[in-house]
């Protein structure tokens, strides 16, 4: 039981430090873009490589902040019924959610992007743009990297839930 | 096969009420049958390969790069106070008039509103922020209530905001769709800021209708809004009132009218107006680290919930489409007694319905893709369906006792505020919104005159 809640707080620890890491990143979103726009009307400069940059990181903040945002609970949930119930109930239905539709996801997403980001890879694929940037092989890689979280996120999250059905949990929620 | 895609919306929906992630639910479930199906060979597993490269295009969607952008500003606004300064600053210069109050909830929710788009959050913030003080006043509790959700809700309408992005790409893609069906070579689009400009005119009447029956209940029920006291204003200078009221205004007007006047696309407008937020936040000395870890976590967290949904319903809608659901459910409505007519009003009265348990963003994704091109190839005009769902999910999150709005109100309310009452509060609101749908639809003209006029 220790065991297992380590690695809970483990797993949740590195997603949440992905998550808060990436989401400066909507603030460099903002400058860069707001640069791009001055550039074309102010002086006609396209700069095709800063504005994919833009594309870039706006793919990174909303992949990579999924299990931070997961973590958090700010995922929508239709909780009409749930607002009512006791948090031995929610517990259950996350614990049965994690298992039975995020893992599958997560894995079946990683399973049919193995072979689309290899073959980015082997491409070293860039942008089909004219100046753009020759890093498209990574962009699809966030793929891979934002289904490995998930898996973990889901199996995290089905620990928690656990715990808290067992009653060993300190906390009274599974979310924190 | 047709049965198994409705099969797929009925459980995805009975999930979706156990309250589990919309996201991870929509994916999920669509997974689940999408194996089962290809298992007992009455689904070609094949379609599912091209989940990485849908993901891949939401991914590169320059589109809804705005998203994070407007959310940003957003954010950014409430967190240095601009919206609580502003709310107080209106409340100020209207608040000696009978029902003054009521009227500064109204402008300042769309003004407001408009660069957030998030029902929840706009009418959390408006409840938190007015409620109180209007019942301190004297304020009738429903007339309060109805006008806080009703003025929170107005935001989704009022361009700039979420909803119309999100319904413009979508839309756009549907236009493309039915144009194709049809065999129309020369295709003609429609984009985000067409949609803009479309819903401008038809979101300033609504705010109008507001104001109106505001000043009609004032004058009728002079109890039910009374003006505050001279003495209990605060002593607020004009010269305050004007630096309060006008940098957020030339920050909305900015971003609007770059866009209409065709300078910017949606998503530049937003980083300027991001950068503008920022400018506004600084200028009060309220950006520093604190501001900018809080504005960066809550912005990216939001995001992340939005293109969670929207990878969630896409792989929904391959599976929905695989099992032939899109043939059924266009054959459906092409077939409906009344025409383009009657299948606009089986359509309109489903994402109603819908909205009762559902957020825009879900709708948006997944309902909205499967309708739309049967609808526009039926020779409806796109600008004008876009606006006539919107309004229609505005009023739906409106409604009791189901809309969101009131659920989120009822979380911030005092408990002395009887939940009746704020589903009375809300009914004259609905019958303006219900009202406003019936004037676009008897006269589209009020949502394509203006992008006619500017784009053509």
Known sequence: ?176 | MALIAGLMFLVVCLVLLTGYPVAFTLAGIALLFGLGGAAAGAFPAGELLALPSRVFGIMTNETLIAVPLFVFMGVMLERSEIARELLEAMATLFGRRRGGLGITVVLVGALLAASTGIVGATVVTMGLLALPTMLRRGYDPGLSAGTICAAGTLGQVIPPSIMLVLLGDVIASAYQQAQASMGVFSMQTVSVGDLFVGALIPGLLTVAAYLLYLLFAAWRWPTAMPAVPDDERGETTGLVLISRLLPPLALIVAVLGSIMIGAATPTEAAAIGALGAMLLAAARGRLGRRELTAVTDQTARLTSMVFMILIGASLFSLVFSAYGGDRAVHDLLGNLPGGALGAMLVVMAAMFLLGFILDFIEITFVVVPIVAPALLAMGLDPIWLGVMMAINLQTSFLTPPFGFALFYLRGVAPASLETGAIYRGVVPFILIQLGMLGLLAAWPGLVTWLPGLVYR
């Open chain 1, 1 to 176: 039981m220790r065991r297992l809640t380590r690695l809970v707080a483990g797993i949740d620890a590195v997603n949440n430090a992905i998550g808060r890491g990436v989401a400066w990143l909507t603030l460099a979103m903002v400058l860069a873009d707001a640069l791009v726009v001055g550039l074309r009307y102010g002086f006609g400069i396209g700069w095709t490589g800063l504005q994919e940059s833009v594309t870039y990181m706006h793919a990174a903040v909303f992949l990579l902040a999924t299990a931070y945002a997961l973590n958090r609970d700010d995922h929508v949930r239709v909780d009409i019924f749930q607002r009512q119930w006791s948090p031995r109930r929610r517990a259950l239905v996350d614990l049965l959610g994690s298992l039975c539709l995020l893992l599958p996801v997560a894995v079946v997403l990683a399973a049919l992007s193995v072979g689309y980001v290899t073959d980015a890879w082997q491409r070293l694929e860039t942008s089909a743009q004219p100046g753009g940037l020759p890093f498209v092989y990574l962009l699809k890689t966030l793929i891979l990297v934002v289904a490995a979280q998930l898996a973990a996120a889901a199996l995290a999250r089905a620990g928690h839930c656990w715990l808290t059905l067992r009653g060993a949990s300190t906390e009274a929620e599974p979310w924190h």
